[in-house]
C-alpha cells in the first residue's frame, strides 16, 4: 500500500506559509502551556515535525504559489512562532486528503495527548456526524475509543448554553455533567443543582447522589405533599439558598435542610436565626374607614405558613 506521505520525507517549511486547519476542534489554548513549550522548542527545537498538506495556488503575473495548509500540530505550530522560528520541520500528506480525513486527524491527534476541552471534543465528534454521516460506532473505532463514549460526549451538547459554557470555562467538569444530564427533563432541578456545583464547589460525587435522589424521589414526593406544602418547600429553598424537603408522616413529618460543609451549616443557622429573631412590621396607618376583619384562615392553612418556622 502506497504511503500517504510523501516519500516519507521531512522538509523545512517557512512558518508563515502554514495555514492553520480549518477543521481543528480545539477553540481554546493555554497561555501558559503554549509559553512552556515556546520556551522548549527554542532550546532545543520542534522534535516532532507538523503533519500538512501542500496546496498549488496559481497567481496572475506571479506563477505558481505553493502553500501549506496544517492538519495536526497546531500547538507546536504556535509555540514556534512564538519562539521566533522561521521554518519547521513537515511531513507532507497526500493532498487527496478528505476534508473528514483532516478533522480525524485533529481530533486524533488531541485525544491522544488529553487535552482537548470536553465541549470541543463533542462538537469534533457532532461534525463528524452531521457532516461526514458517521455513526457513533464508526467515530469509536476511528478515535480508538468505545460507542459508549462517544455517545456519552455527544450528550454533552443537550445541556443549557450556560452550563455548556461554564464546562469551556472550567467552572465545573466533565463529570459534573453526567448528574446534570440525569435531570435533563426536570429543567428547575437541574439548575438549581448547577448554581449550588458554582456557588459551594460541589465534587462530583455529592452531585451525582444529589441528582440520583431527586431522579427517584421527585414523583413520589409530589404525590405525597399538598400543594400549600410544595409551595412552602419552594420559598424556604430560595430563602436558605439551598435545597430543602419537607417529608410528610401520618403523624407529624420532617424538614430536611441540606448542606455541604460547617461553614455551610453555620450560615444556614445565622440565617434561620435572624429570621426567627426579625421584628414583626408595625401597624400602618389606614388611609381610607376601616373594612370590615375578612374572615380568619382555617388553622389547617396556617399551618403552611412560612411564619410558623422558626429555629
Known amino acids: 500500500m502506497a504511503s500517504p506521505y510523501q516519500g516519507d520525507s521531512i522538509f523545512w517549511v517557512e512558518v508563515d ?6 477543521f481543528q476542534p480545539r477553540r481554546t489554548f493555554d497561555e501558559a502551556a503554549l509559553a512552556s513549550l515556546s520556551e522548549s522548542i527554542r532550546q532545543y527545537g520542534v522534535l516532532q515535525p507538523l503533519t500538512v498538506t501542500r496546496k498549488e495556488i496559481e497567481r496572475p503575473g506571479e506563477g505558481i504559489y505553493v502553500q501549506y495548509e496544517l492538519v495536526a500540530g497546531e500547538r507546536r505550530l504556535r509555540a514556534s512562532k512564538l519562539a521566533g522560528l522561521r521554518e519547521v520541520p513537515v511531513v507532507i500528506r497526500s ?13 486524533i491527534e488531541n485525544l491522544q495527548r488529553e487535552d482537548l476541552n470536553a465541549l470541543d471534543r463533542a462538537k469534533a465528534f457532532k461534525r463528524l456526524v452531521d457532516e461526514f454521516s458517521m455513526q457513533h460506532k464508526d467515530i469509536a473505532l476511528k478515535v480508538g475509543k468505545s460507542r459508549e463514549y462517544v455517545s456519552n460526549t455527544l450528550r454533552i451538547l443537550m445541556l443549557p448554553e450556560v452550563m455548556q459554557n461554564a464546562l469551556q470555562s472550567g467552572e ?9 444530564l440525569m435531570l435533563a427533563d426536570k429543567p428547575e432541578e437541574q439548575m438549581t443543582i448547577f448554581k449550588e456545583i458554582l456557588t459551594r464547589k460541589i465534587t462530583v460525587r455529592d ?6 435522589r431527586i431522579a427517584v424521589e421527585r414523583v413520589r414526593h409530589k404525590a405525597l405533599l399538598s400543594p400549600d406544602l410544595l409551595d412552602l418547600e419552594k420559598q424556604l429553598s430560595e430563602r436558605l ?15 430536611m435542610i441540606e448542606f455541604f460543609s460547617p461553614e455551610d451549616l453555620t450560615q444556614l443557622c445565622r440565617t434561620l436565626a ?16 376601616p373594612q370590615p376583619e375578612p374572615a380568619k384562615k382555617e388553622p389547617e392553612n396556617d399551618l403552611y405558613s412560612i411564619s410558623n418556622f422558626s429555629v
Do not use: C, F, W, Y
Open 17 to 22: 506559509r502554514i495555514e492553520p486547519n480549518p
Open 95 to 107: 493532498s487527496e486528503d478528505s476534508d473528514r480525513m483532516k478533522l480525524e486527524l485533529a481530533i
Open 172 to 180: 465545573i467538569t466533565e463529570g459534573h455533567t453526567r448528574p446534570l
Open 207 to 212: 452531585t451525582e447522589q444529589m441528582a440520583r
Open 241 to 255: 439558598g439551598t435545597r430543602v424537603r419537607i417529608e410528610r408522616k401520618e403523624s407529624g413529618g420532617k424538614l
Open 274 to 289: 435572624q429570621e426567627s429573631t426579625a421584628p414583626e412590621p408595625g401597624p400602618v396607618p389606614p388611609e381610607e374607614p
